[in-house]
């Protein structure tokens, strides 16, 4: 096992970062991972193991927490989904927001979803629209599921997540602008993931008068491009949390030199992830090769797993990021 400190080079002075008061609205910015669900030998959720990836991820210069479909919510029980949501809130202990995925495949389940969110102190929820549906949601549905769950929502802002370059159906960049115009930008935030993701960005900002705030979702590949058109943060998994962080903060020194060479490797790697079973089988590998959680399981059924060819791609490309950044072994 090769054990990965935080580098050296990582900045904790970013916008976003906080130093133990309570994350606000305005907190809701920067670098915030998606957790990945350590499983226990039971396959419960492994409570000590998830502590380490948390103070890991905060280490390694995230500002906050998202809990999203890279932590496999959908292979958790209704009970374990909330309960990880609330551990997840509770192991943060004030160091930043946390975002929680409350989507469904009904606006009665998202609601309740919601509801626990906010009674266990979630910082602002997200939901992407329900996955099963045939094509493109009808916006006036669209705009009834999203409204159920900001009104359940209470002032916590909304997360519109569109995950369709993995799973479901794209939301056109002109109805993601006409529900912030709507909705308003501090109550709606956007995650488009749909490709190309910065024309859409700017499409996006366009199309909304530059008000809509957008969160990048793609793993750190097209955050360079992203954060150039004006995103607000990123939510990317949290095996490179420390990738991202020196990632971002080049970006915001305009250093673009330093940037590329980032974005060339995490571009690299991020090309070889076959769909979202291959985000969370990369990922938990990561992390355990970095010595953060004890096992790489994954709730099945599972549509991907690595093969000896894959992980040593995967792990020369971890290690050219750590001699490039800068760190310890």
Same mark, same amino acid.
């Given at each position: 096992m090769v054990t990965i400190d935080t580098p050296a080079s990582v900045s904790h002075d970013a916008i976003g970062v906080r130093n133990g008061? $309570?994350?606000s609205r305005d907190d809701l910015a920067g670098v +915030?991972?998606?957790?990945?669900t350590p499983f226990a030998a039971d396959w419960s959720i492994d409570r000590d193991a998830l502590a380490t990836e948390i103070d890991w991820i905060f280490a390694s210069g995230a500002d906050g927490l998202t809990v999203a479909m890279v932590s496999e919510i959908n292979r958790l029980s209704f009970d374990e989904r909330c309960a990880l949501?609330?551990?997840?809130? $509770?192991?943060a202990r004030?160091?930043?927001?946390?975002? +929680?995925?409350v989507g469904a495949e009904s606006t009665i389940t998202a609601v309740e979803y919601t509801r626990r969110a906010l009674a266990g102190g979630?910082?602002?929820?997200?939901?992407?629209?329900?996955?099963?549906s045939s094509?493109?949601?009808?916006?006036?549905q669209l705009r009834d599921y999203l409204g159920a769950i900001r009104s359940a929502a209470g002032e916590l802002p909304l997360i519109l997540q569109d995950a369709s370059s993995y799973v479901g159906t794209p939301v056109a960049p002109e109805v993601q602008a006409a529900l912030v115009g709507e909705f308003g930008a501090d109550r709606l935030y956007l995650k488009p993931e749909a490709e190309p993701i910065g024309p859409t960005v700017s499409a996006i900002l366009a199309s909304s008068s530059g008000t809509a705030r957008i969160f990048d979702g793609s793993g750190g590949m097209s955050l360079m491009d992203a954060h150039l058109r004006g995103v607000v943060g990123t939510m990317p998994g949290p095996d490179l949390t420390w990738a991202i962080r020196a990632l971002v903060d080049a970006l915001d020194r305009e250093d673009e030199q330093f940037a590329?060479?980032?974005t060339r490797t995490l571009t690299a790697m991020m090309a070889m992830v076959p769909g979202l079973d291959g985000y969370v089988a990369f990922g938990k590998h990561l992390l355990v090769r970095q010595g953060v959680i004890p096992s790489d399981r994954m709730r099945g059924p599972v549509g991907f797993r690595l093969d000896p060819v894959t992980t040593r791609l995967i792990d020369a490309h971890a290690d050219e990021l750590l001699n490039l950044i800068g760190g310890e072994r």
């Open positions: 008061s $309570e994350p +915030l991972p998606v957790v990945m949501g609330a551990i997840t809130v $509770e192991l004030g160091r930043g927001p946390v975002v +929680l995925s979630a910082a602002a929820v997200m939901a992407a629209p329900p996955l099963l094509g493109a949601l009808p916006i006036q590329l060479a980032i």
